[in-house]
């Protein structure tokens, strides 16, 4: 699946808020309700981020 420029920037910044937060991928996963894997491909832009995942973040 081929993700638009502004959906890799938009990922880019999840990364950044989480790095903000002082939050490892593991710690921001729980506090979203999903595994460390499905957090990690949403920030890495493998999968596509949901409204109930933008809702939870």
């Given at each position: 699946?081929?993700?638009?420029?502004?959906?890799?920037?938009?990922?880019?910044?999840?990364?950044?808020?989480?790095?903000?937060?002082?939050?490892?991928?593991?710690?921001?996963a729980v506090r979203v309700g999903m595994t460390t894997p499905e957090y990690s491909n949403r920030e890495a832009g493998r999968s596509m981020v949901s409204g109930i995942d933008l809702r939870n973040f």
């Open positions: 699946m081929e993700y638009t420029d502004r959906y890799k920037a938009f990922c880019k910044r999840m990364s950044i808020y989480r790095k903000l937060m002082d939050y490892d991928q593991a710690k921001m």
